[in-house]
């Protein structure tokens, strides 16, 4: 009896300094609560709005950060963030494998943007040949994003960077905020 109740006092050590362990360290996860001037810490200049509506957000823009575009969405909480956020990313940088077809009539050679992708100005083209159509670099379009705390952030690549740098850079984007914040 004496043995059983030793080896139960040792589990039970065991166990209680493992849940102490584990509720005391730190998260590196942490949840941000981000404002709309938080973004400012790193340089970030609003630009313009969606047309699109973001649902549950309080606040939608899109502005850039050294001569990238970068969106913002906040969203109440981040619960809410994680679920909608996560949808509304997803839809706003999708890439297709073939060209989504178009208009034979309209000039357009298609687009390799998914159907939600919000593509709201032609960029680098004269007026004649957004007349007729023809926009196949349009701003912004995002390829990468994140959801953290209660914001859903996306970005648009430099024109040196892959799928994967895309992301890196998102990621020490959001890092560098971070420190600035000082939370």
């Known amino acids: 009896m004496l043995k059983l109740n030793k080896k139960l006092q040792i589990i039970l050590s065991i166990v209680i300094f493992s849940g102490i362990v584990f509720s005391c360290s730190s998260n590196n996860d942490e949840l941000f ?19 699109k509506e973001f ?22 909480n981040p619960e809410i963030a994680d679920s909608q956020g996560n949808i509304e990313g997803s839809d706003q940088t999708e890439i297709l494998d073939e060209p989504e077809s178009t208009d034979l009539d309209s000039g357009d050679t298609g687009s390799f943007y998914g159907p ?4 709201t100005t032609c960029r680098g ?18 390829t990468a994003f994140k959801v953290d705390g209660n914001a859903l952030i996306m970005i648009e690549p430099l024109r040196t960077e892959n799928q994967e740098s895309t992301k890196l850079r998102l990621d020490q984007l959001i890092e560098s905020l971070k420190k600035k914040i000082n939370r």
């Open 33 to 51: 609560f981000y404002e709309k001037e938080d973004f400012k810490l790193i340089g970030w200049k609003q630009k313009g709005s969606f047309e």
């Open 55 to 76: 649902v549950n957000s309080t606040f939608a823009k899109w502005g850039y950060i050294r001569g990238s575009e970068v969106a913002i969405i906040l969203y109440e």
């Open 116 to 119: 939600k992708v919000e593509k």
């Open 125 to 142: 083209f004269d007026k004649i040949t957004v007349f007729r159509g023809e926009c196949p670099r349009r701003e912004p379009l995002f």
